[in-house]
């Protein structure tokens, strides 16, 4: 059996009829950039997520870099972000000139919310966190910290949409929640594409100018700006997927649940979205080839870590939980259109590699 890390036509193939819909609607319409099918997920996402406002734009790294300018932060400024994760929330630091702080994670990849205050100076004016995988981890314990030093709260929820924590969604516990709908997301889109949520009418009205070159709705620019319009297109095929995205997180955790089964040492987080399965072994590379040999392909999720970039080093010893995850880090495949028969037998190959309690 040949079994992908991830399949986007088996979606792109359950959903054909429905994207032949709205693809002929788009060409009706004749209308590409910031129309009615923008206008209709930015209600959409804004009423699933439970915020006051949303603003689609480009994609999730524009996303970050406008929440920063908007809220003020550029030279001279810190902002503290995680040792770990994906490359884009130190690109955005340092595009609008401050300087990342870095802060060691926990097992499951989230920072540690326990280091945070002794990186905190009189510079810092944000915490940038990552729900990385889809764990939406201790952003209770952080948002705390933050309203407390009166310091700036950003939520990276690229790999979370869906996600919860006692009953609210990710992206409302910060000043900023910053999504992604790059296609292999929980809910993506046919290219990129990203947005903001945030209950902040000032931060709202600053990124509604910022993204379409900062241009007010009079016409006039009135601030530095950029193009970071989300076309109508992918507003349309994302309109088609939202309704069912809660039901593809529940098929997402009903598979991780078969995997943590097999086992037993994974975190069982029972508030997860599921982006990514990932397992930490020492012997990576044998596993990975054993899988392979079954069929099975896997991915890493990240080999490198973010406190020792090349293009910005920090002079530092690696952070240690950090630099262990970037070494030892193993995806399975997960996804919502993976049958039953796939997901029996990876759980019989998984079974043979004897990794349970590593």
């Known amino acids: 059996m040949q079994i992908p890390f991830f399949d986007l036509t088996r979606q792109n193939q359950i959903l054909e009829k429905d994207f032949e819909d709205v693809f002929k609607k788009f060409l009706e319409r004749g209308k590409a950039i910031l129309a009615d099918e923008v206008l209709t997920f930015e209600k959409n996402f804004a009423g699933y997520t439970s915020s006051k406002y949303c603003l689609s734009c480009a994609n999730a790294t524009d996303a970050l870099e406008m929440a ?21 929330v130190v690109s955005a630091v340092l595009s609008v000139g401050a300087k990342p702080v870095f802060v060691d994670v926990m097992h499951d990849g989230n920072m540690d919310p326990q280091l945070i205050e002794q990186k905190i100076t009189q510079r810092t004016k944000a915490v940038l966190i990552i729900h990385l995988y889809g764990h939406p981890r201790e952003v209770r314990e952080i948002r705390t910290l933050c309203k407390g030093r009166n310091i ?5 929820c690229a790999q979370a949409h869906g996600a919860r924590v006692g009953g609210t969604h990710v992206g409302n516990f910060g000043d900023v929640g910053v999504f992604s709908f790059y296609p292999t997301k929980n809910l993506g889109a046919m290219g990129d594409a990203g947005a903001i949520v945030t209950n ?40 088609v997927k939202l ?24 975190i069982k987080e029972d508030e997860s979205v599921w982006y990514k399965y990932v397992l930490t072994t020492e012997h990576r590379s044998a596993v990975i ?6 069929g099975i392909e896997t991915g890493i999720y990240y080999p490198f870590q973010l406190d020792q970039l090349p293009f910005y080093q920090t002079g530092k010893s690696p952070m240690v939980i950090a630099q262990k995850l970037s070494q030892t880090t193993l995806s399975l495949p ?25």
């Open 68 to 88: 920063l300018s908007a809220m003020k932060i550029g030279h001279g400024d810190e902002v503290i972000v995680p040792a770990f994760g994906w490359v884009s």
């Open 152 to 156: 700036r709260l950003i939520e990276d």
């Open 200 to 239: 902040d009418e000032e931060i709202y009205l600053q990124i509604l100018k910022m993204r379409d070159y900062g241009r007010n709705d009079k016409g006039a620019f009135i601030l530095p700006g950029r193009n970071s319009r989300m076309d109508e297109l992918q507003a349309a095929i994302l309109n």
């Open 243 to 266: 309704p069912l995205l809660d039901d593809w997180i529940a098929r997402r955790r009903s598979i991780a649940s078969q995997f943590n089964n097999v086992l037993g040492s994974y």
């Open 289 to 294: 080839n054993q899988l392979k040999k079954a």
């Open 334 to 358: 997960l996804f919502p259109e993976l049958t039953n028969e796939e997901i029996s037998y990876i759980c019989e190959e998984l079974k043979k590699l004897e990794l349970r309690n590593l």
